[in-house]
């Protein structure tokens, strides 16, 4: 019989026989998070394990990689998308990349790791640009009687302080190290891209963004187009196959109390986590 363990069997042998595109999703903000509690960010360490399963595939045509993030840590963004293209180099296989809700900053440094890269009309593209970001508490410890004592080895140890006055060398050193990590970005964008890119560098380098065509129409897309009309055209004969990266143990045995308690967490150290966070310098 057709459904019968005979038919099983044979779909089976089918599927394993088969072409695949092999799928990954990429979501969330870039990074190891601000503190205890502060979320598991997307990381090279969290992503290798789905990355090298996915380029792993057997009868492998092409791997996609869907993309949904606001940005965050430059260094992990490089470090992900240069295993992208390491993998990609090793297999001999073509990376597309397609952008969902929104691929901005360091989300965008990582798609441009595929050799295409896609979005939908919705779709909100770009921010190349660096961002930093705090809070300036000088008066508030004085206001309700609190003495701060702060303690230091080096002049330059406790810059950009949250408790200090802002000091103009030390945001004229900020500005530097943003510039130096902008020109960083700028030149991985102009190595992927090249003379895809249709507008002048003073605008798409701005750190704008842009939406679905009109990112076509600079250059920061190839395409407009959602991910499995896309690989149906190109790849009509393959199959696609999600790729999950595995679960902890943990997680698998207690499945949602154990996220639920992660959440609490989160909740708990919210305010915490901000103070440690006065200072963040990422891509947004």
Avoid at 200 to 217: M, T
Wanted: with cysteine; glycine share 12%; proline share 4%.
């Amino acid at each position: 019989m057709r459904g019968g363990p005979l038919g099983r069997i044979a779909a089976k042998l089918n599927h394993d026989r088969a072409e695949k595109v092999a799928v990954v999703r990429l979501e969330g903000a870039i990074g190891h998070g601000g503190g205890p509690g502060a979320g598991r960010g997307m990381t090279t360490t969290s992503v290798e394990p789905v990355l090298k399963r996915a380029f792993g595939t057997e009868h492998l045509r092409a791997v996609v990689i869907v993309i949904n993030s606001p940005g965050g840590s430059p260094a992990q963004s490089e470090y992900i998308a240069e295993r992208i293209r390491q993998l990609a180099s090793e297999k001999n296989v073509p990376v597309l990349a397609f952008c969902e809700d929104i691929v901005a900053s360091g989300g965008y440094w990582i798609a441009c790791a595929a050799d295409e890269i896609y979005a939908a009309h919705t779709s909100i593209v770009g921010s190349i640009g660096v961002v930093s970001s705090g809070f300036g508490f000088g008066d508030l410890l004085s206001r309700f009687g609190v003495e701060r004592r702060l303690h230091f080895a080096g002049e330059n140890k406790v810059r950009l302080d949250a408790f200090s006055p802002e000091q103009p060398d030390d945001v004229a050193w900020l500005e530097g190290l943003q510039g130096d990590l902008h020109e960083a970005f700028k030149a991985w964008v102009r190595q992927r891209r090249g003379k895809r890119l249709t507008v002048e560098d003073a605008s798409v380098f701005s750190g704008d963004v842009w939406v679905g065509q009109k990112a076509a129409e600079v250059g920061l897309v190839d395409g407009i187009g959602v991910m499995r009309s896309v690989v149906a055209e190109r790849y009509p004969d393959a199959e696609i196959e999600s790729v999950d990266a595995p679960r902890p143990l943990l997680s698998r045995l207690v499945g949602d109390q154990f996220e639920a308690s992660a959440l609490a967490e989160q909740v708990l150290t919210g305010a915490m986590s901000a103070v440690h966070r006065w200072q963040d310098v990422r891509f947004r």
